[in-house]
């Protein structure tokens, strides 16, 4: 989800909060005015609404401060009520400019003919999606004796664990590529197990999935790996995340889908 877009909809749902407890305390509260002033430090109240004979209020006996306080905090959440109002309303032209289509239809409603002139300065979610997912490239080859395991997607994965991540990906709409070849800053190759498109950001996430970390060698070949990544200006839990298990820790889909709701993949 868009940065900006996600801040205004969490301080939309602090605003509505604050209205609908500003409206239970006015509604509750005691009607009248008050009015307050002060005599040799000592507060004096005067209450008055549509009835009050005298225009500068009926004086309150100390008992009644109580019954003052009450009305004069239903006073504050009156004005506060206001204030939340218009910011929200603010804040729901904001989200509503920010969710307009309009800037990417002016290309999208050209004729198909024209568009295929020129490339635009700025496409539609769907289309910039459409044309991530229909890039073509050539993956890691497989040894002629390795298992043959299939995603949901229709393509071949190296592991059982490997499926449940392509699977998972693929059931939740997240577009991603399996092995595709990527280019360090070294110009070494590698070929990183996923690459995730987060389409509301338009960037692309690497995930990689380590499934032998009880395996010395293994994690030795991971950590050199993590660390050809952080050269190659990769910040781990931002565009780099990571899973991985052992014999006796197995691969968590729930931490996994916590990640990509945390990553707002999902």
Request: charged share 40%; with cysteine; proline share 3%.
């Amino acid at each position: 989800m868009n940065r900006l877009l996600k801040e205004l909809l969490v301080e939309k749902e602090k605003l509505e909060n604050i209205i609908c407890f500003s409206e239970n305390i006015i509604k509750n509260a005691p009607q009248g005015k008050v009015r307050v002033s002060k005599c040799h430090n000592s507060k004096q109240f005067y209450y008055h609404d549509e009835s009050s004979e005298t225009p500068n209020g009926k004086y309150m006996r100390k008992s009644e401060e109580e019954l003052a306080s009450r009305i004069v905090e239903r006073e504050y959440y009156e004005k506060l009520l206001k204030v939340c109002y218009k910011r929200n309303r603010e804040i729901e032209k904001m989200i509503s400019c920010i969710q307009s289509t309009e800037i990417e239809e002016v290309y999208e409603l050209m004729p198909k003919v024209k568009r295929e002139c020129f490339d635009p300065v700025v496409i539609s979610k769907e289309l910039f999606r459409q044309r991530w997912e229909s890039k073509v490239y050539e993956g890691k080859l497989f040894a002629e004796d390795y298992p043959e395991i299939y995603s949901e997607k229709g393509e071949r994965v190296r592991s059982k664990t490997e499926k449940i991540i392509a699977d998972k990906l693929y059931k939740e709409g997240i577009p991603y590529r399996y092995e595709e070849p990527l280019e360090l800053k070294d110009r070494r190759v590698i070929y990183p197990d996923f690459k995730i498109l987060d389409i509301e950001n338009r960037k692309e996430i690497i995930l990689e999935h380590f499934g032998m970390m009880d395996d010395e060698n293994y994690v030795s070949k991971t950590l050199m790996k993590l660390k050809l990544y952080e050269k190659s200006g990769f910040v781990l839990g931002k565009d780099l995340l990571i899973t991985f298990e052992t014999s006796i820790e197995p691969f968590d889909s729930r931490q996994f889908d916590r990640m990509l709701r945390e990553h707002g993949l999902k």
